[in-house]
């Protein structure tokens, strides 16, 4: 099985998320997106995240017409810091030794990646899905600690839309940038509208 793992806080959830799914899992001909909502994100502030138990619901309730979507409530019912090295071994666990995990992840975050736990490790535990975000240049993965050196002329072709995929070699593993059409709906702004009334 080919299995893209789509983590998040899912504050709440919206089209634009499952847009994402929808567009990876057909440019990666991946057989199952298994949507993570986390239970204590390390990197975000815990003021304004809806309790874990609502967001899993809401991903529930918007995803139950894909067939090739699931979830998962590893991350959900942990306490204390969830991390990513620690969800994956727990799905690898769970869904076997064939099974090709990809790891999706937006530019913004993965330009943080080094701080992250153990990251040479998640490295090595599975491939990368690298979704473009708007405001942001896949050439600044050309900084970006852990990753081999990387053409820049690549990375500008991507940008420019001359090619809707890089996928770099690393190890048994891959990351793989993937250039998707840009979202304009975000959950803050969801938010806030709520927020207004």
Not at 136 to 162: W, Y
């Amino acid at each position: 099985m080919r299995l893209g793992l789509f983590g998040g806080t899912f504050n709440p959830i919206h089209h634009g998320h499952l847009a994402i799914a929808r567009q990876t899992r057909d440019a990666l001909a991946l057989d199952r997106i298994l949507f993570i909502p986390t239970g204590d994100p390390p990197h975000k502030p815990r003021e304004g995240v809806a309790p874990a138990k609502d967001r899993y619901e809401m991903v529930s309730l918007a995803i139950k017409a894909e067939p090739s979507f699931a979830l998962t409530d590893v991350e959900t019912y942990r306490t204390g810091k969830s991390y990513s090295v620690d969800t994956v071994r727990l799905i690898q666990q769970e869904y076997g030794p064939d099974t090709q995990i990809s790891f999706l992840i937006g530019l913004d975050a993965f330009l943080d990646f080094a701080t992250w736990r153990e990251p040479e490790t998640l490295l090595r535990l599975c491939s990368f899905v690298v979704i473009s975000r708007p405001g942001l240049s896949f050439q600044s993965l050309s900084t970006v600690p852990l990753l081999p050196s990387i053409s820049r002329q690549s990375l500008a072709d991507l940008d420019a839309g001359k090619t809707p995929r890089l996928d770099i070699p690393l190890g048994a593993n891959t990351v793989t940038c993937l250039a998707l059409p840009p979202s304009r709906i975000s959950a803050s702004d969801i938010r806030k509208r709520i927020k207004q009334g």
